[in-house]
């Protein structure tokens, strides 16, 4: 069955660096567009990043631009998120997600969450 399974959350200090990585399994990773999607405590989701399925075209929310990074393998089957200058307000469970194809497409499934927090 589907899977989307996020891994590389923790602990960082105010202006430090994550990676977050989702492997996919179950379907044909390729043929989707993927995105990354953000829930801090007390908000609601905030879209973050989407790649299309070929890693050509690629969008970030104003709060992510210049400091993160999305990209896929589609070799690997996996999707990251590299996060740089983190701020206390990425504190969030940050979630991977697929479209239904491409990049303006609707999301339909999702991975459980990888839990972020930004605190000295």
């Known amino acids: 069955q589907l899977q989307l399974v996020e891994s590389g959350g923790g602990l960082v200090q105010p202006g430090g660096s994550l990676r977050l990585s989702c492997a996919a399994s179950?379907?044909?990773?390729?043929?989707?567009?993927m995105n990354w999607v953000r829930q801090g405590p007390g908000k609601g989701l905030e879209w973050v990043s989407v790649?299309?399925?070929?890693?050509?075209?690629?969008e970030y929310a104003d709060s992510a631009k210049g400091r993160f990074t999305i990209s896929r393998d589609n070799a690997k089957n996996t999707l990251y998120l590299q996060m740089n200058s983190l701020k206390p307000e990425d504190t969030a469970v940050y979630y991977c997600?697929?479209?239904?194809?491409?990049?303006?497409?609707?999301?339909?499934?999702w991975g459980q969450g990888t839990q972020v927090t930004v605190s000295s």
């Open positions: 997600a697929k479209t239904t194809s491409g990049i303006d497409w609707p999301l339909d499934f």
């Open positions: 790649v299309e399925r070929g890693g050509e075209i690629i």
């Open positions: 179950g379907f044909t990773f390729s043929s989707y567009a």
